[in-house]
């Protein structure tokens, strides 16, 4: 093959490979013409590993690589149209389906509230919020719980950083800086200056559950996510249950009743049934790039009531936890003594969270704070 | 397969590195081109040593850089002795120096510490190879800061001025996947993705690395080991395990597995407890039938 066939038939299999939506650059392209010029053009094996390394393909990538590479790399290549791939890919998340088959009503909440301690006199009205569980609050409650949210919420969203940058009058002494400003004053060391470590507002993305099961807390719950978004300028919004929906922007967070209103014609089968793994993966194909890196904490909020999927569900969080910094889970049943995590979404889940708590009272939502500072 | 990179393929082995052809490719790619190589991979798979071996391969100097988070320039590049400096100015009061040289003297070379990627690039001697490694573990800030010393290899001193590369060093990054690599970074390098060795591989690893072990004895670990890896555990064994159990085997004179042996000294190849439990003793059973089972 002529030097120039074969960067042609090289633009070619980057093509095909961007079809198949694997990120290959022109640089990529250089890299791999350059590297072609120095391997056996005859030694198929040795140029297909040449390619791999010099495109830079990542480990999940190795597949479709593969796949291309027999079709263009051996004289017979059928060239695919883009769409028929992006077609594959969908067909394999399978359709919706909603599952209901009575053992999420078994499952039952528990008629007495669970915690009746915070109801004894003497207990300031904050005391009794927090003890109290969600399911059972009044309106005005609500009010003042969602007050106490947006408390919560300021001290979520921060964390402290683990680099040092220049502080005033603490932290520990940055020999760099005082001596360039003791050259002012002739090499005396007036003031020393300091270096600390600064805080860092996080990345919070909340993934909200948001089916029959979960009806008691929704509103709640979401009325923390409503605090979030008005502390946190990096705070995205999930509602999922057979579908996932991104619901940052319909959220106005000084209108809670109206924004539930809006939610509930923006999130198609509110309060039906839940696919969690099916959800959790299309939220990983779509924004793992741009919403998740390492200073991002990711809070499910879901009881884990979800039959079959398992697969899916391992393999979501798998890579969500590859990904991000911390991954915490929140399961408003887990506030019943009695309740196991037995749901097979829910034992799937577990040994990737960095946190599993409780989320029926606002004492279990603080009890976060250890898990996000 | 090209001469060279067959050549280097023999060449690695010799010093103790089993690489297959995908390995030597990409270390000879990265040579030839004058490129990066990051590496990832499993926990354990020999990433680090590649930058060893190719040190070794150029009978170079290794200048290593381990990245944790909240990793600055000030570890990473360099920093003045500030004491020593201090103590040369507390002398100089009494001698009534010129302060233009004085100041010459102390922002001088010697007052100067130097950090792995200044030290890197100002080698006389020729091309260090320079390993960073688990460059996941630094911050995202990092990368951007190693993208432009990777595409320049010249670092400003404000005080010296502008040092250039006297030779670019061959550089390897590696990384865990705790977190993703950006893909600016990614794009500067040339990729390669270790996966756990074969059966082959790793028994030809574990002879050369561990000499006490008997031929039976290596083919049952290898063939354990392979089969744990095939099981659902939270951590894989890497060969870095593999080889430490055989330590242990040869250490406690077993020429042959048994049951109590693995239970007992199951935790050189697990480190999760998690991971321990779930092969308990059904488990470390059916994975000896199919050790010793005969092909």
Redo the contacts between chains.
Sequence with gaps: MSAHGLVAQLARFAGALRGAGVRVGLSDEIDAAAALKLVDLLDRAEVHRALRIAFKLPRDAWDTFDRLFEEYWDGRRAPRHPALEHALQRERRGPPQWRWDGERVRLELPDEPPHSEGEQPGYSPEAVLRRKPFDQFSASELAAMERLMARLARKLATRRSRRLVPAPARGMVDLRRSFRRALASDGDFLKLARRARPLEEANLVVLYDTSGSMDAYTRVLLAFAFALRRVMKRVEIFAFNTTLVRVTGMIAPAKIPQSLTRLAAGVPDWSGGTRIGGCLSEFVNLYKGTMIDRSTTIVCMSDGLDHGEADLLVGSMRELRARAGKIIWLNPLLGDSRYRPEAAGMRAALPFVDHFGAAHNLASLEGLLRFVG | ??EE?RSMQAEMERLGYIAE??IA??V??AK??Q?PL?V?GEAGVGKTEIAKVLARLLSTELIRLQCY??L?T?TALY??N?QR?LLR?RIAEREARDPAELEDLIFGREYLLERPLLRAITRREGPAVLLIDEIDRA???FEAFLLEVLSDFQITIPELGTIRAEHVPRVVLTSN????IG?AL??R?????I?HPGFEKELRILRGKVPGVNEQLAQSITRFVQRLRAREL?KLPGVAETLDWAQALVRLHRDALDAETVSATLGCLLKDE?DIKATGGEAVEELLAYASARD
């Design positions: 397969m090209n990179i052809p995908a490719t990409a000879y790619l030839e081109m490129k990051l990832e988070e909240g600055d000030n920093e003045w500030y400096q100015l911050d995202e800030g996947r705790s977190r993703e893909d990614r794009r390098c040339l990729y390669l993705y996966e939270r998690h």
